[in-house]
């Protein structure tokens, strides 16, 4: 099964945890934190249409201002999630330049804020010198904060000392073609397949014209689909970083994380360090180790090891595998 996440670990395990997710088949990607980074190329930020930020500490939010500058003209809009205080943040971010030149320019760019008190979403507009626009408020019951047809996002707040989201974004269903009956009907591959597939996202029916080796014919969704398509579970990513090791947060990660496909976590310290890691609201390699175990987690990707540890990273790894199958 070809997957329909392709995710990147943008600076390795050991800097600015960024994780950058583009969606098979469409013009789009999502990224989950967005510190310093260099190798992320500017067609693939112009890709972006959601940034989830897990807090604002200076290594998980300061590469905002490349995007804002690479994507400034375009016209689709950009959504920025993050926990409490992220209006502010991003706000003072933008206000932080002169806009007298962008009264032409189409980007809107929506903040959501995310808290126990539920999301609150601001929207400001390039040719409005990026003031708030428009403003609203909704409940926040259930896990998820981002729904499209592809995917959804959903987040837990978390404890670092200060509110800290962890993600984990959800494929509802994967669509698999199968290539044997294709060959068999004669039927050539191209884009009929992507409209098919998102006829069957969107819950829609309708014709499709179909290339075949005899021309061009017109076969109804239903028809291709029970023809065609096979439906498996689909992909769970989970992405968790600067958290303290406490059951608090486990409890709060395990309802949406459980079987994970790949888990991103971050492994800071040593567990010698255990003591510190507690206090500053960090996990151990060893305590990375046991929430994926916990979390069942089939692929597990260990980032943002300290500074401290990065003669060690051998070290740190072996810790995060003692109770797992060997990390990446």
């Known amino acids: 099964m070809r997957p329909t996440f392709l995710t990147r670990l943008v600076?390795?395990?050991?800097?600015?945890?960024?994780?950058?997710?583009?969606?098979?088949?469409?013009?789009k990607a999502i990224m989950f934190d967005c510190g310093s980074f260099l190798t992320i190329s500017n067609r693939e930020l112009m890709l972006l249409e959601a940034i989830f930020i897990s807090h604002?500490?200076?290594?998980?939010?300061?590469g905002i201002d490349h995007v804002l500058r690479v994507i400034?003209?375009?016209?689709?809009?950009?959504?920025?999630?993050?926990?409490?205080?992220?209006r502010e943040k991003m706000l003072a971010k933008l206000h932080a330049y002169t806009w007298n030149l962008t009264q032409a320019y189409g980007l809107e760019i929506h903040i959501h804020e995310v808290s126990y008190q539920g999301i609150s979403t601001i929207t400001t507009k390039a040719n409005a010198g990026f003031d708030v626009i428009s403003e609203q408020s909704e409940p926040w019951h259930s896990p998820a904060i981002a729904n499209t047809p592809r995917y959804s996002v959903e987040a837990a707040i978390l404890d670092h000392n200060i509110p800290c989201l962890g993600f984990v974004i959800k494929e509802a269903f994967h669509i698999n073609i199968r290539g044997d009956v294709l060959a068999e009907r004669g039927y050539k591959a191209g884009p009929w397949l992507g409209r098919l597939k998102e006829l069957i996202h969107a819950g829609l029916k309708g014709v499709i014209r179909v290339d075949t080796v005899r021309g061009t014919r017109s076969i109804p969704c239903e028809e291709l689909v029970d023809d065609l398509v096979v439906v498996s579970p689909g992909q769970k990513i989970t992405y968790l970083t600067d958290i303290r090791y406490s059951q608090a947060n486990i409890e709060r990660v395990l309802p949406l994380a459980l079987g994970t496909d790949i888990l991103f976590i971050?492994?800071?310290?040593?567990?010698?360090?255990?003591?510190?890691?507690?206090?500053?609201?960090?996990?151990?390699?060893?305590?990375?180790?046991?929430?994926?175990?916990?979390?069942?987690?089939?692929?597990?990707?260990?980032?943002?090891?300290?500074?401290?540890?990065?003669?060690?990273?051998?070290?740190?790894?072996?810790?995060?595998?003692e109770l797992i199958s060997s990390p990446e």
């Open 11 to 27: 600076n390795g395990p050991l800097f600015d945890p960024i994780v950058y997710i583009r969606i098979l088949n469409e013009r």
């Open 56 to 62: 604002t500490h200076m290594d998980h939010f300061m």
């Open 72 to 86: 400034l003209h375009r016209e689709n809009p950009l959504h920025i999630y993050g926990p409490e205080g992220i």
């Open 266 to 321: 971050e492994a800071f310290y040593l567990d010698e360090m255990r003591d510190e890691a507690y206090h500053k609201g960090h996990l151990t390699a060893f305590q990375a180790g046991k929430v994926a175990l916990a979390l069942n987690a089939k692929r597990v990707i260990p980032m943002h090891i300290s500074p401290r540890h990065h003669d060690q990273i051998e070290d740190v790894l072996a810790e995060v595998k």
